[in-house]
């Protein structure tokens, strides 16, 4: 079975500073790992993906995670927050890269100060 | 990119009567589709999930005939919520490979 536990609810930073999201999963088989994010009302966005390439994955708006296999976590950060992310992200785990249930964390909101 | 367009993206109905919500590919071929349901401040709980042409698979706990999955083609699924109740509002979502769609809001009156 797998998991993925999300830690903070809630994440609040100011505008310029750095994002850090955590994320740690659980997988008794070599995971695909992958951050979404959901604005309100709206469906997820893929951010990037972990496929067992590269452990240090970039994605869009300049978000990038780094897969630690002896940590068993994949964390979201992003140097330098805008306004504009302020959303809720999730962190979700699958055994699979196509096709296959994603198994989510339960999300964290994030909050950017002006 | 691919591209999974949803509707509606909302619709408002009264107690006991169906709603149907659509889930196409728009430049793909989608042989699977994930059907979600969000509840407000939470995170995604699969539903079910629809292969083209055969029936779908419902997690435990939902209920198969209130909640009608059909996937009759590569390009185009469909969830509907019979007999909705109160109950029943939430946000839907569908999903192919990576893409989901924008989502469904319904509330039941």
């Known amino acids: 079975a797998q998991s993925v536990t999300q830690l903070g609810s809630h994440v609040s930073v100011s505008e310029g500073a750095l994002v850090l999201l955590r994320c740690n999963y659980s997988?008794?088989?070599?995971?695909?790992l992958f951050w979404y994010v959901q604005y309100p009302n709206q469906g997820l966005q893929l951010l990037l993906k972990?496929?067992?390439?590269?452990?240090l994955v970039k994605g869009i708006n300049g978000f990038e995670a780094e897969f630690k296999k002896s940590e068993t976590s994949f964390h979201l950060t992003k140097p330098s927050a805008h306004m504009s992310d302020a959303a809720e992200y999730f962190c979700?785990?699958?055994?699979?890269?196509?096709?296959?249930?994603?198994?989510f964390g339960a999300g964290t909101i994030l909050r950017v100060k002006s | 990119g691919a591209v999974v367009s949803q509707h509606p993206s909302w619709v408002i109905c009264k107690s006991g009567t169906s709603v149907k919500i659509e889930c196409r590919s728009l430049?793909?071929?989608?042989?699977?589709m994930f059907w979600y349901r969000q509840f407000p401040k939470q995170s995604l709980m699969l539903m079910a999930t629809?292969?083209?042409?055969?029936?779908?698979?419902?997690e435990q706990g939902v209920e198969k005939d209130k909640f009608l999955i059909n996937h009759a083609s590569l390009t185009l699924s469909t969830l509907t919520v019979t007999s909705a109740h109160p109950e029943d509002s939430s946000f839907y979502i569908c999903r192919s490979s990576y893409t989901f769609g924008s989502g469904t809001r319904l509330t039941v009156v």
């Open positions: 972990y496929t067992s390439a590269a452990t």
């Open positions: 979700a785990v699958s055994e699979k890269e196509y096709g296959n249930k994603l198994v």
């Open positions: 997988s008794s088989v070599p995971p695909y």
């Open positions: 629809s292969n083209e042409g055969s029936k779908a698979t419902y």
């Open positions: 430049d793909f071929q989608a042989t699977t």
